[in-house]
């Protein structure tokens, strides 16, 4: 399974960005994708995931309420709104994807086994 995410770059306070990340293989619907961030000297952050099957979204505390996750199954291909950005959004934005992940395991980065390259977020005047 490889992944490919895309769509980050400059934005202002309060601004929107919307990632992507492209799942290369048939039936991603049948895999939990999550989003992690990462910004300079900073921990591997959870930022949101979509549960497999199902589609039911779950967000960090720090999201909450201006990021949206949603996926289009005919493109292989989940999404990641952000709204209303602010500059300690700034970070290297990942999406991790794994077929087997258990419920509890999910805002943990070491749970997911597939993950794509980063997209850079930058949110600055």
């Known amino acids: 399974v490889q992944l490919q995410a895309s769509g980050g770059g400059l934005v202002q306070p309060g601004g929107s960005l919307r990632l992507s990340c492209k799942v290369s293989r048939r039936s991603s619907g049948t895999y939990t994708v999550g989003w992690f961030r990462q910004a300079p000297g900073k921990e591997r952050e959870f930022v949101a995931a979509?549960?497999?099957?199902?589609?039911?979204?779950y967000y960090g505390d720090s999201v909450k309420g201006r990021f949206t996750m949603s996926r289009d199954n005919a493109k292989d291909t989940v999404y990641l709104l952000m709204n209303n950005l602010k500059p300690e959004d700034t970070a290297v934005y990942y999406c991790a994807a794994d077929s087997r992940l258990i419920f509890s395991s999910m805002s943990s980065s070491e749970a997911y086994d597939y993950w794509g390259r980063g997209t850079l977020v930058t949110v600055s005047s």
């Open positions: 979509l549960w497999r099957n199902t589609g039911r979204t």
